[in-house]
């Protein structure tokens, strides 16, 4: 298993940014298929973005492509997500999580096995 904590998260008025952490431990985060999800209060999870485990490929929910972007650093065990043009839907906690199946990426929930505690994210409007 892999511990991921996230940070970063905060209030941000509708159309500003943040970017978004998660810091993981151990020496192999670059076997790990990572993801973004959130989940609003009320709402299922949703996935949000995910990335290859090097980096060079990547995949966006609809709602959020050409705004956030996904990226990691794989020396540094650290995957990001930055987030622009925030609107009030994009209010959630967000949550990262790992996967070592044998997959380039996953837009899934059930395929991440490991999870950070969350970041709270607020859009004012």
């Known amino acids: 298993q892999v511990q991921l904590v996230e940070s970063g998260g905060g209030l941000v008025q509708t159309g500003g940014s943040l970017r978004l952490s998660c810091a993981a431990s151990?020496?192999?985060?670059?076997?790990?298929?990572m993801g973004w999800f959130r989940q609003a209060p009320g709402k299922e999870r949703e996935f949000v973005a995910t990335i290859s485990r090097g980096g060079g490929v990547t995949y966006y929910a609809d709602s959020v492509k050409d705004r956030f972007t996904i990226s990691r650093n794989n020396t540094k065990n650290i995957l990001y997500l930055q987030m622009n043009r925030l609107k009030p839907e994009d209010a959630a906690v967000y949550y990262c999580?790992?996967?070592?199946?044998?997959?380039?990426?996953?837009?899934?929930?059930?395929?991440?096995?490991?999870w950070g505690q969350g970041t709270q994210v607020t859009v004012s409007s």
């Open positions: 999580a790992a996967s070592q199946r044998p997959m380039t990426y996953s837009v899934d929930y059930k395929k991440y096995d490991d």
């Open positions: 151990g020496r192999t985060f670059s076997s790990y298929v």
